[in-house]
Nanobody, 116 residues
């Protein structure tokens, strides 16, 4: 079983930066890709970015392209989300996930609040 565990959230001022981390604990099925989504209060969970563990190829939502960067460290079984130039509308719970042959495994989420 693969269990993603996020960390790195917190309170940051507009224009600031945060780096989220997600460690994939456990073992078992092959991880096909790793990604980040977020969910603001009262809104649906939105896709942000994905990365393939072997090739490192990435995919971003238009809303974060140029501000957010996804990366991975396969040796540490960790995926990162570097977030720059944060805006109040980036406030949300950020979720990490692993795409497995059987479907998605989700973490519990980490809160990011952008406010002055």
């Amino acid at each position: 079983q693969v269990l993603p565990v996020e960390s790195g959230g917190g309170l940051v001022q507009p224009g600031g930066s945060l780096r989220l981390s997600c460690v994939f604990s456990g073992s078992g099925p092959t991880i096909l890709s790793m990604g980040w989504h977020r969910q603001a209060p009262g809104k649906q969970r939105d896709f942000l970015a994905r990365i393939a563990p072997n090739s490192g190829s990435t995919l971003y939502a238009d809303s974060v392209k140029g501000r957010f960067t996804i990366s991975r460290d396969n040796a540490k079984k960790t995926v990162y989300l570097q977030m720059n130039n944060l805006k109040p509308e980036d406030t949300a719970v950020y979720f990490c996930n692993a795409l497995l042959p059987s479907g998605y495994a989700w973490g519990q989420g980490t809160q990011v609040t952008v406010s002055s």
